[in-house]
């Protein structure tokens, strides 16, 4: 039976990629090239299994996990698929419902969609206050939360109007009181500083 230490030396010696894997102070002998042919079948075994494992992962990993842009790509077209696909069914509902007004009501919606706070006052506005120049997208969208807050007047003060007994057109008693609810919930800004102490 063999030395497990000579065998091991070999072996190691084998792995360092030696020419010789005989132990030290040993002689050739007649099983040496049976030795080499074995060491030589190990070795490529060894680097088949090596490349097919790594050819496995990237397979692997082109199938399960691609690669992060593609992954990018994807999700964006999904995402955009998926905003086109709720446009449309706004815009499908949009159409259902405007067909079902009457001619007053087909009336005031056209005049709330044409309705808008002219561009150039409102940028010249926000210029005074901040100082410094914006964007036309900042103008578009201050324009259009403008709108969206006079709406919340507005109804403010119909109601105000229905439940003081009176009827529109609105007066400006209506509009003072509809902003001073809307203050006092706290759902219009607050034109005066308050000092506060402590918080």
């Keep these: 039976m063999a030395d497990p230490a000579r065998v091991s030396r070999p072996l190691e010696r084998a792995g360092a990629g030696e ?9 050739s002998t007649s099983s040496e090239p049976a030795a080499k042919d074995r060491k ?4 490529t075994d060894l680097t088949v299994l090596q490349r097919s494992a790594g050819e496995e992962e990237e397979e692997g990993s082109s199938s399960l996990h691609p690669p992060p842009d593609k992954k990018l790509k994807v999700e964006h077209d999904k995402k955009k698929e998926k905003r086109q696909k709720v446009d449309e069914d706004e815009i499908q509902k949009m159409q259902v419902l405007v067909s079902s007004f009457s001619e007053e009501q087909l009336n005031r919606y056209e005049m ?11 940028k010249r506005l926000i210029q005074s206050i901040t100082g410094s120049s914006v964007s ?7 324009s259009g939360i403008s709108k969206v807050f006079a709406g919340e007047i507005v109804e403010e ?8 007994g009176d009827t529109p057109p609105l007066q400006p008693k209506h509009m003072r009181e509809a902003v001073r609810r809307l203050k006092s919930r706290e ?3 607050n034109t005066k500083h308050k000092h506060i102490l402590f918080h």
Excluded: H, T
């Excluded at 020419?19 to 002689?27: E, H, I, N, R, V």
């Excluded at 003060?157 to 003081?164: F, I, P, S, Y």
């Design 136 to 142: 036309q997208n900042v103008v578009i969208a201050m």
């Design 40 to 43: 030589s079948s190990v070795m």
């Design 19 to 27: 020419g010789s894997w005989d132990a030290p102070g040993s002689s």
């Design 187 to 189: 759902q219009s800004p």
């Design 157 to 164: 003060a119909l109601d105000v109007c229905e439940k003081w």
């Design 112 to 122: 709330y969609r044409r309705s808008a706070f002219p561009k150039a006052a409102i």
